[in-house]
């Protein structure tokens, strides 16, 4: 039994739930119950089960063993929409809207109101209403291709709460949002939350998780082993149930950036993204870019190593470099690692050889490509950065999230650059592989190279940089370092409040 | 790595199906003039093929190519007959009518690739408006009617398609050679490994230092090559050209590749497969010539059949990759 609960409420609950895919067993005897009005967060690491839980109470899949209840009853989904109908909706990562189609036709995408003619004015007043609800001020009438993807998100949840959803279910709702629109985010799961309906909440941010969720469950390779009420947990021993053990030095400790320039940047500009920017990065240093989204962050990062069109002067060891392109880059000892792993970084159908020396083939042979120094390659890159590949001719997109970031990782590192960008280092990836990945970086920087990590993450700028820049509306904002490298001072940057640290 | 799977060995598989059921319906089918016969069919075709396996690998498609060896045997043929008064009736003509088809259809392909990849329009709409003006051109050069090669040259040229070694003949040959280099380039070289880069996912590709545009022009620019190299080896054949020649080339070489197990949307380039592919169509049409079981007039519809088959039985391998 779960503490606390009562089977015999309406929502849906999993009793002693088991899932087998094959001969492997990736949830064990799992209890879980939703309330109505409660937010129920499910953390874990990738391939814990969260994903398995939420396939199986959305109706994508059957569990092999034990009962999804709904009214007290055991039920059987046949599938997502069947479970739809029974009030429970899943909202994805990757959103189910069609582009081109208005918000109001997408809110009633498959069950459009009206005979042999479509009643758009109905359409467009119940669409209204529902939007009125969620306090947006989306347009019923705006296409969805012009929608920012918080606008989008919630289309989303205004199409959920129109099916009459009594169960939402949110996988990393957070993860596309920048920090202003997760703060809407939690207006709105708040709002839900006084209505009644009851939230499954799926996140890697356990910072959101301790301010929203009413009910904790963690879960590790696929069993519940911690379950707690909103103030039981803080964030490290929500970390530690996750992982297992106590992650007392999760950031690895600063190093000592030497005095020399790797690294000189001036008057750099990217028209209509980036002004005016200049900086320098220090040998061996780890160099924080902190910025909302959309302070050109990204676009500067892009813009030094030629995959944008930008203006300004660039020194690498005090020489002035000309890079137009991403091989200028590479020739000047640049490389960057892009926050878009799926889309810009791996191809995910082709095989971890194929990606990890997609950007240095030359290396691999003059006119035939030497099929075994590329596996050399993977094998040195494998141990280095411990990949964990089931099987070698895998596909990249079979690989779990962490295990890509690694490949991209070592994919960005085989030009042998000294400088290095790194975009987002650790989004969507788990706990443990987190503390591996900023140890890869700070070792990176021990071997005197310089790392520039830009993030979202606050904790993990400060947590991972010897100084930080922030951005703002395409321009330095300021940079902070030692102790006033706080989240507050951060923050004030960012948002252009007065009170800047120095 | 190279292990066989269903997607390679299931058009094999049917092409040796259908020599086996060739070989039953009329021993006639298995006759070196006959093998010769669509072997040489099959080059224009299969020339065409391997260019138009790279550029659907790279994510692009042409369907220019049918008119443009068209327009390219009609310039060819005006420049050898416009040659001749001066250059005399020797190889050295015909060389020059070689070098245009050959060099025109470079710039062809140069200027499909350049109007996709620097003026940023889609494949399918350049290639469908260049098919439209190869098609007009030639027509118009041919003054609606046929363009003929002098007959003394056609005589000389007469063996670069029916000569060759023994019963192999030149296109033959030609096609086996070029077979072999695209196989070669697409599965061991940077270039077919960054076309395959491009096709699954450009942006990755240009996220990697691949010159995306550049590859993606080589692509044309080959298949324009190969498409004047068919032309050279298809004028000799009757000497002539007019608006209806390569009527339907791109449609078929298309569904060779297609056939082969290259996917449309590209990414994963087979040229073996194309090759298959290839003579799959040509051996369709063969035998349903040779034997009167069906009549030779529904070939397009098995033909039909075949690409539909084809198409379905990659997608439920894809399908079963997803489980």
């Known amino acids: ?502 | 790595m190279s292990k066989p799977d269903l997607h390679t060995l299931g058009p094999l598989v049917a092409l040796i199906a259908l020599i086996v059921l060739g070989a039953l319906l009329n021993p006639a089918f298995l006759a070196p003039g006959n093998i010769t016969n669509v072997l040489a069919r099959s080059a224009f075709i299969g020339l065409i093929a391997v260019g138009m396996t790279f550029v659907i690998t790279a994510g692009g498609l042409d369907l220019s190519v049918g008119s443009m060896a068209a327009f390219l045997a009609g310039i060819a043929i005006i420049a050898m007959n416009a040659a001749l008064p001066g250059m005399g009736e020797n190889w050295g003509t015909i060389l020059v009518g070689m070098g245009v088809a050959v060099l025109g259809g470079l710039v062809a392909g140069y200027l499909n690739g350049a109007l996709i990849t620097k003026a940023r329009i889609e494949p399918f709409i350049v290639t469908l408006g260049t098919m439209g003006i190869f098609r007009s051109l030639v027509t118009w050069l041919a003054d609606g009617g046929t363009l003929s090669l002098d007959y003394g040259l056609r005589t000389l040229y007469r063996p670069v398609y029916y000569g060759g070694i023994g019963w192999i003949t030149w296109p033959i040959i030609t096609f086996a050679l070029v077979a072999f280099a695209g196989e070669w380039i697409m599965q061991h070289s940077r270039f077919g490994r960054h076309v395959e880069a491009i096709g699954s996912n450009d942006r990755v590709a240009r996220y990697s230092a691949i010159d995306v545009n550049r590859i993606r022009l080589m692509t044309y620019m080959l298949l324009g090559l190969l498409v004047g190299v068919a032309t050279v080896l298809y004028v000799p054949r009757l000497g002539s050209a007019s608006g209806s020649t390569g009527v339907l080339w791109e449609l078929e070489a298309i569904a060779a590749v297609i056939i082969g197990g290259t996917a449309l949307k590209g990414g994963t380039g087979r040229v073996w497969g194309t090759v298959v592919g290839v003579l799959i169509l040509s051996l369709i049409d063969n035998i349903l010539n040779l034997a009167d079981l069906v009549s030779p007039y529904l070939n397009g519809a098995i033909q039909g059949v075949i690409i539909v088959l084809a198409v379905i039985l990659q997608r439920e391998k894809r399908t079963a990759e997803e489980r």
């Not at chain 1, 396939?55 to 569990?63: A, E, R, V």
């Not at chain 1, 909103?230 to 992650?247: H, N, P, Q």
């Open chain 1, 1 to 502: 039994m779960v503490p606390g609960s009562n089977w015999a409420n309406d929502d849906p609950a999993l009793q002693d739930v088991s899932k087998s895919f094959g001969p492997i067993e990736v949830l064990h005897n799992v209890d879980l119950a939703l309330e109505p009005g409660e937010v129920h967060a499910l953390i874990g690491e990738n391939g814990a089960g969260k994903s398995t839980i939420m396939k199986i109470l959305g109706g994508f899949l059957d569990p092999t063993g034990g009962h999804v209840l709904l009214n007290g009853q055991p039920v059987a989904f046949g599938s997502g929409p069947e479970a739809e109908a029974a009030g429970i909706v899943v909202i994805h990562q990757e959103f189910n809207l069609a582009p081109d189609l208005s918000v109001a036709a997408n809110m009633f995408l498959g069950r459009e109101i009206g005979g042999w003619r479509l009643d758009h004015a109905a359409m467009r007043k119940q669409t209204a209403a529902l939007l009125e609800r969620l306090h947006s001020p989306i347009a019923p009438e705006a296409r969805i291709r012009e929608l920012s993807v918080p606008d989008r998100q919630m289309v989303e949840i205004g199409k959920a709460l129109s099916r009459n959803a009594r169960v939402l279910i949110m996988d990393e709702p957070s993860a596309v949002l920048t920090h202003r629109e997760v703060g809407t985010l939690y207006e709105q799961i708040d709002r839900l939350r006084a209505e009644g309906v009851a939230i499954l909440y799926c996140s890697h941010r356990l910072d959101e998780v301790a301010h929203l969720a009413d009910r904790i469950t963690v879960l590790r390779d696929g069993s519940v082993v911690r379950r707690a009420m909103r103030g039981e947990l803080d964030e490290d021993s929500m970390a530690a149930a996750m992982v297992g053990r106590e992650l007392q030095d999760f950031y690895p400790p600063k190093g000592q950036p030497s005095d020399e320039s790797a690294l000189e940047v001036s008057g750099l500009s990217i028209p209509g993204k980036v002004r005016d920017v200049g900086f320098t990065l220090r040998k061996g240093e780890v160099l924080g870019i902190a910025g909302l989204v959309g302070s050109g962050r990204t676009e500067l990062a892009e813009g030094l190593v030629g995959l944008r069109a930008a203006s300004g002067e660039i020194r690498v060891n005090g020489q002035p470099v000309a890079i137009n392109n991403l091989r200028d880059a590479f020739a000047s000892g640049l490389a960057y690692l892009t926050e878009d792993r799926k889309e810009a970084g791996l191809l995910l159908d082709k095989g971890l050889r194929e990606n990890l020396t997609l950007a240095t083939l030359e290396r691999f042979g003059r006119f035939r490509l030497d099929t075994a120094a590329e596996d050399a390659a993977l094998d040195k890159a494998t141990g280095d950065f411990d990949i964990r590949a089931p099987r070698r001719d895998m596909v990249a997109g079979k690989l779990s999230g962490g295990n890509q970031q690694k490949l991209l990782l070592a994919k960005t590192m085989l030009p042998d650059p000294q400088i290095i960008i790194i975009d987002e280092p650790t989004r969507g990836i788990d706990v443990g592989t987190k503390s591996q990945i900023y140890a890869f970086i700070r070792n990176l920087s021990a071997e005197g190279r310089s790392v520039i990590v830009i993030s979202s993450e606050m904790t993990e700028v400060i947590g991972l940089s010897d100084r930080v820049l922030v951005m703002r509306e395409g321009r330095l904002a300021g940079q902070v370092e030692g102790d006033s490298m706080t989240e507050d001072n951060i923050v004030r940057l960012a948002m252009g409040v007065s009170g800047e640290a120095a």
